[in-house]
């Protein structure tokens, strides 16, 4: 390892972002987007040129109703502060019934999430249709907004040393 290499490493904190110490601290946020809908207003707000937080990471997935929970755990123990899913709007599905099943399964994993000490406002879930880029910059900053006011994960995270 070059000397370089290791100051760099030395001075980046654990998380990748500046401490909330600081006042820069961004939280660092992972979207779930279903393929048909949320991703495609995703794009659509890319496409539009409208403004939202850059801090979010994008996974795409075939719908929100197939969203793994040990995806967001696994997000949340490798550091997310903050996790959002987004699919079709109820009746939009393009698997018929993928929303709804996402929907009772989320009701139910943030039972466990409480359960487990992770503040409520760490995880986020949402409709965004395909043609909804404005919603979708809205959802982002609402997301980014309320993840910042909760401050850094400090649960499931990986201690580096």
């Known amino acids: ?9 030395t001075q980046r904190p654990a998380s990748g972002c500046p401490e909330p110490e600081t006042g820069n601290w961004q939280p660092k ?11 495609a207003g ?4 890319g496409v539009s040129r409208r403004q939202y937080p ?3 990471r994008v996974i795409r997935i075939p719908c929100s109703g197939r969203m793994n929970p040990k995806f967001i755990l696994a997000a949340l123990r490798s550091g997310a502060d903050g996790i959002l899913v987004s ?3 109820p009746g939009d599905c393009h698997y018929l019934s993928g929303n709804y099943f996402a929907r009772r399964k989320f009701a139910l994993f943030r039972s466990l999430l409480d359960y ?8 986020h879930f949402s ?6 880029g ?3 910059a809205e959802v982002i900053s609402e997301v980014t907004e309320a993840v910042r006011a909760i401050g850094p994960s400090r649960r499931l995270n990986k201690k580096v040393s």
């Open 116 to 123: 487990m000490g992770i503040e409520e406002g760490r995880l």
């Open 54 to 56: 850059p801090n979010v």
């Open 127 to 132: 409709w965004v249709s395909a043609a909804e």
């Open 1 to 9: 390892m070059t000397t370089e290499k290791r100051e760099l490493e």
């Open 87 to 89: 699919g079709c709007h």
């Open 134 to 136: 404005e919603r979708f």
């Open 42 to 45: 995703a794009d659509l707000a």
């Open 29 to 39: 946020i992972i979207a779930f987007l279903c393929n048909w809908c949320s991703y």
